[in-house]
């Protein structure tokens, strides 16, 4: 019998894989930004001076703690019925930041591969890119406008067949906030959906 091909599982960094509690914020920025700045559109401010990026830089210190639910990721990475990839959106200067996160969480010891968005594109065109590059059968993100983006790109497929590997299902983890949106895969923690994973896509 031939042994089944592994899941690849691609996650967001901050917020999914790291706990981060300002997330719960996101919905106000986005009406914030499109009621009175106007600026309709999904588009990420990237930081131009010195000082921007040093406000950043402590921004993402609110990634403090690992998520609840990676030790479940780990043993199932490990258990190598999955391959699992980390794809953030950070921009190359947080990208030492980066790193010592991968260190810290043993990264090397469970993840197939890392990414970071070095050439500072935007974030959801980016993981587009590198959802499509590595042909990923499911992506784990917690920013609703990029999970809705995806969706409108058509590169998610929520009647998820295992043997299609040409659409990726979007698996979307949501905060109090924004738990009033409709969303099939909406799970609220990472260990929600490694659950989910673990029980309903793996054979």
Same mark, same amino acid.
């Given at each position: 019998?031939?042994?089944?091909?592994?899941l690849?599982?691609?996650?967001?960094?901050?917020?999914?894989i790291?706990?981060?509690?300002?997330r719960?914020?996101r919905?106000?920025?986005?009406?914030?930004?499109?009621?009175?700045? &106007?600026? /309709?559109?999904?588009?990420f @401010?990237?930081?131009?001076?010195?000082?921007?990026?040093?406000?950043?830089?402590?921004?993402?210190?609110?990634?403090f703690?690992?998520?609840?639910?990676?030790?479940?990721?780990?043993t199932?990475?490990? *258990?190598? &019925?999955?391959?699992?990839?980390?794809?953030?959106?950070?921009?190359? @200067?947080l990208?030492?930041?980066?790193? &010592?996160?991968?260190?810290?969480?043993s990264?090397?010891?469970?993840?197939?591969?890392?990414?970071?968005?070095?050439?500072?594109?935007?974030?959801h +065109?980016?993981?587009? /890119?590198?959802?499509? /590059?590595?042909? +990923?059968?499911i992506?784990?993100?917690?920013?609703?406008d990029?999970?809705? @983006?995806?969706?409108?790109?058509? +590169?998610?497929?929520?009647?998820y /067949?295992?043997?299609?590997?040409?659409?990726?299902?979007?698996?979307?983890? @949501?905060?109090?906030?924004?738990?009033?949106?409709?969303?099939?895969?909406?799970?609220? *923690? +990472?260990?929600?959906?490694?659950e989910?994973? &673990?029980?309903?896509?793996?054979?």
């Amino acid at each position: 019998m031939t042994k089944a091909q592994p899941l690849r599982v691609g996650f967001d960094l901050d917020g999914v894989i790291l706990y981060n509690p300002t997330r719960i914020i996101r919905p106000i920025i986005a009406a914030f930004k499109n009621k009175v700045l &106007r600026k /309709k559109g999904l588009r990420f @401010y990237y930081p131009q001076t010195g000082w921007e990026k040093l406000f950043w830089r402590i921004c993402h210190w609110s990634s403090f703690i690992e998520a609840p639910g990676l030790k479940n990721l780990i043993t199932l990475a490990q *258990t190598g &019925r999955i391959e699992a990839y980390v794809i953030t959106g950070r921009f190359d @200067y947080l990208k030492n930041d980066f790193y &010592r996160w991968i260190r810290k969480i043993s990264g090397d010891e469970f993840l197939k591969g890392y990414y970071h968005n070095e050439q500072n594109e935007q974030s959801h +065109l980016f993981k587009e /890119k590198m959802i499509k /590059k590595l042909k +990923l059968d499911i992506f784990v993100e917690d920013n609703w406008d990029i999970v809705n @983006y995806l969706n409108l790109k058509s +590169l998610c497929n929520n009647k998820y /067949k295992k043997s299609s590997r040409r659409k990726t299902r979007i698996l979307w983890i @949501y905060n109090l906030f924004d738990q009033q949106i409709k969303y099939k895969d909406g799970y609220p *923690t +990472l260990k929600a959906a490694i659950e989910m994973i &673990r029980t309903n896509c793996l054979l």
